[in-house]
C-alpha cells in the first residue's frame, strides 16, 4: 500500500474549471515523487486536496489510509507543508518561527527546540537563527520554510514549487538539502516543480500532469527512453565515405562534408563499435558530440508544449513578488 | 489552547518590536483627545453672560461632565477600541497575502485559534493603548475631570467594557476578513462600517441634540452602550451595577453573538 494513494480526484472550481480531472496516484514510503506541468495544469490544486486546505469535487485520497476529508485531523499531524509563497513570519527570529509551528502540533518547548536545532543545522542556519527573518536573503528564508515544514517530524512533506524566484545558484544548494532530509530521516517529499533539471535530479519517479490529467508517469530514465534517441553529432575527414560505415544507423543527416548528425537508441553502446569501424576504415574523428535525451523533451512529447515557453506571465509576477519581498 | 495563546504571542511580539507601530499607537490618542477635544467642543456654544447656565447645559446634556473633554474621553475609548480591533482583524488578509495563512490552514489547529489570537491580542493592546489615553487627558490643559468618587471598581469595570467591546468588534471584523481576498475589497468595506459606527454612537455627541431617527440608529450601536457605561463610571464614581447593567448585557449579548459566528465561520470558512 502506497502511503499516498489517490483514487479518481476531481476538483471542478466555481464557474465550471475542471483544474483536477481524475487523477490516480500511488506514492510509496521513502520516495521522492516530482509533480511536473505547465501552469495552471492542477499542480497546486492537487497539494491543496492533498493537504487538507481544500476538498475534493470528487474521488478519494488516502494518506497513510487516512482520508483527507474524513480524517483530517489525523492527516494534518502527519503532513508538512512548505507552500509556494514563502509562509515565514519576518517580523520573528528563525528559532521564533520554528517554535512557532511547533506550537501548533502540541509539541513541549524542550522538544521543539531541541528539534529545530537540528533541523538548522542540516540547513547550514543555526548560526543565523537569533535573527530576525527580515535580515534573512532569499535562499535563507526559503531554507528556513523548508524546516519549518519538518518541525513536528511528518512523515510526508510536500514542497509547492520549492525553487521558484531562486538563483540558480541557490536552487542547487536547496537540491542538495532536500535530498540531505530524505537521506536523514526517510521522508515521503511530494515535490511540484517547474524546472526539469530539478526534477530530474531529485526525483525517484515523476509524473506529467496537464490540463489536470497525467499524461505519463515513471522514473526520470524511463521517461528520458520514451523519446528515443541520443543524437551524435560528428566531424570526420570524409563524410561521404564515413556513411557507409554507418550503413546500420537510420536517420543520417549529413550537414556539410564534415560534419554528420545520427539518431542512436543508446550512444553508450553504440559508439565502442563506431569507433572500432572508423579505425578499420582508416577515418579520423575530428570532433564529436552527443546530446542524451532530457526531460526537456519528454516534456514536449507530452504535453506538447516547450517547458520554458510556458513561463507565463503569472509566473514572472509571483517571481518578481517573491525577489521583492526579500529585499 | 496552546495554539490560541501561540498565535496571540505572535501578535503582541509583532507589535512590540515594530517600533513605529508602537510609537503611533501610543501618540494617537494624544490626538484623538487633542484634535477631537478642541474641535467638537460644544460646550464652547453656551454663553457665558447667562449665571449658571453653563452647569444646566452641562447637567442636561452632558452628563454633568466638568468639560467636553471629560464627557469626551469614555467615547474616545470606545472609538480607540473600535479601530484597534479592525487592524486586528484586518491583518488576517496579511497572513493571507504573505503565505502565513496556509501554513495555518495545513497545521492541526483549531480553526478559531485563528480568529481568537486576533481578537486576544487586540484586547491587550487597547487596555495599553486606553490606559495612555486616560493619562494623557487628565494631563492635558483643561482636561478629563473624573469624578470625586472615582474607585477602583470603576476602573476595573471601565476595562472589562473595553473587553466586550474589543470582542465584539475584532470578532466582527474578523469574519469579514475570513473570505475576502482583495486589501482594496476590505478597505471599501471597512470604511463604510467605521464611519457611521463612530458618528452614529453617542461617542462624541450626546445623544439629546440628535434628531429622533439617528436617535434610535444611536441606542443599537455597541459604540454607544460602551461609551454611556463607560461614562456614567467616570462621571458618577461610586461605582453601582445599577446605571450600566442594561448596557453590559446589550454589549454581552453582542459577545456571545459574534463569538458563535466566530466558531461557524472560522470552522467552515477557511479555505485557500
Sequence with gaps: ?????????????????????????????????????????????????????????????????????????????????????????????GIENLELQASFYGMSKSEARERANELLKLVDLYDAKDRYVS???????????????????????????PTLGLDVQTRTKMWDYISRLRKEYGITIFITTHYLEEADSLCDRIGIIDHGKIVVEGTPSELKATVGFDVVEINVDDSERFKNVLKDVNDIEILSDRTIRFKVSESETYLPILFKKIYENNLKIQRIK???????????????????????????MRMMRAIRRVR | MGARISLTVRELKKWIRNPVQLFITMIQPLFWILLFGSAFDLTKLIP?????????????????AKNYISFLTPGMLAIMALFSAMFSGMSIIWDRRFGYLSKLIVAPIPRDSIVLSKVFSSMVKAIVQSSILIVIAILVPNGLVLSTSFNIADLLVLYLILIMLIMGFSSLFSIIVI???????????TNLLNLP???ASTAMFPSAIMPSWLKNVVNYNPISWAADSMRTLVLQGSFQW??????LLYLLAFDIIMMVIVFIVSRYGFEE
Design chain 2, 48 to 64: 457665558s453672560n447667562i449665571p449658571g447656565g453653563s452647569a444646566l447645559v452641562m447637567n442636561a446634556y452632558f452628563m454633568g
Design chain 2, 179 to 189: 473570505r475576502v481576498k482583495k486589501m482594496e475589497t476590505l478597505m471599501a468595506i
Design chain 1, 1 to 93: 500500500m502506497g502511503i499516498i494513494e489517490v483514487n479518481k480526484l476531481v476538483k471542478i472550481y466555481k464557474g465550471g474549471i475542471r483544474a483536477v480531472d481524475s487523477i490516480n496516484l500511488n506514492i510509496k514510503k521513502g520516495e521522492i515523487y516530482g509533480f511536473l506541468g505547465p501552469n495552471g495544469a492542477g499542480k497546486t490544486t492537487t497539494v491543496k486536496m492533498l493537504t487538507t486546505m481544500i476538498k475534493p469535487t470528487a474521488g478519494q485520497a488516502l494518506i497513510n489510509g487516512l482520508d483527507v476529508v474524513k480524517d483530517q485531523a489525523k492527516v494534518r499531524k502527519m503532513i508538512g507543508l512548505v507552500p509556494q509563497d514563502l509562509s515565514v513570519d519576518e517580523d520573528l527570529k
Design chain 1, 290 to 316: 552527443i546530446e542524451k535525451p532530457s526531460l526537456d523533451s519528454v516534456f514536449l512529447k507530452y504535453t506538447g508544449k516547450e517547458m520554458r515557453e510556458h513561463e507565463s506571465e503569472e509566473d514572472i
Design chain 1, 135 to 161: 535580515t534573512y536573503s532569499g535562499g535563507m528564508r526559503k531554507r528556513l520554510d523548508l524546516i519549518s515544514g519538518l518541525i513536528h517530524n511528518p512523515e510526508i512533506l510536500f514542497l509547492d514549487e
Design chain 2, 242 to 247: 445599577s446605571g450600566i447593567l442594561n448596557d
Design chain 2, 197 to 199: 459606527l463612530m458618528f
